[in-house]
T-cell receptor, first 113, second 114 residues
């Protein structure tokens, strides 16, 4: 069984550009979560999607947005990139029946120059 | 608001010795508590969770954690450390009375010295 897959692995952008990160959950999982892991800040919750709806949002500005598609895959969009957006972005998925255990992808390393 | 604290940025333990990684939490209702581990260049892996019942929870790779309600702690333990246990460990909490969002700590880097 395939795990959570994220693409691309690495992404290099310049300040002011837009970045799009993609996530495919484990088959059968309906919830997708996005986290930002910046150096020294641990894991910061970004967004949670379930059944195509945004369930919750972390303390991030509106230029961080996303969506979940009918096949439960998800996109994270970051507009007007700033240098401090450089981080590892992790996606996780969970089954609706087991919301406590999240399965994580390997992440997308975003570098903003 | 719910929160979780990992007071140690790094813990060093000699191979074969017992290890403890500390975690304290704050929630308004009953906590659901978790430990995850992150190996280099990989995502997080679930280790164990406490929902209810026995305060001592056993998880993957020989790890266990003890829920202490009076001290609001959920420390991760292992009787005998292995070099392969070296990784970044995250404690997390979910308050079922709120929005079901999981809050992660900042992580503790565990170094097992050969």
């Amino acid at each position: 069984e395939a795990g959570v897959t994220q693409s691309p692995t690495h992404l290099i952008k310049t300040r002011g550009q837009q970045a799009t990160l993609r996530c495919s959950p484990i088959s059968g999982h309906t919830s997708v979560y996005w986290y930002q892991q910046a150096l020294g800040l641990g894991l910061q919750f970004l967004l949670w999607y379930d059944e195509g709806e945004e369930r919750n949002r972390g303390n991030f500005p509106p230029r961080f947005s996303g969506r979940q598609f009918p096949n439960y895959s998800s996109e994270l969009n970051v507009n007007a990139l700033e240098l401090e957006d450089s981080a590892l972005y992790l996606c996780a998925s969970s089954m609706d029946a087991h919301p406590d255990i999240q399965y994580f992808g390997a992440g997308t390393r975003l570098s903003v120059l | 608001a719910q929160s979780v604290a990992q007071p140690e940025d790094q813990v060093n333990v000699a191979e074969g010795n017992p290890l403890t990684v500390k975690c304290t939490y704050s929630v308004s209702g009953n906590p659901y508590l978790f430990w995850y581990v992150q190996y280099p260049n990989r995502g997080l892996q679930f280790l164990l969770k406490y929902i209810t019942g026995d305060n001592l929870v056993k998880g993957s790779y020989g790890f266990e954690a003890e829920f202490n309600k009076s001290q609001t702690s959920f420390h991760l333990k292992k009787p005998s450390a292995l070099v392969s246990d070296s990784a970044l460990y995250f404690c997390a909490v979910r308050d079922r009375r709120r929005d079901d969002k999981i809050i992660f700590g900042k992580g503790t880097r565990l170094h097992i010295l050969p």
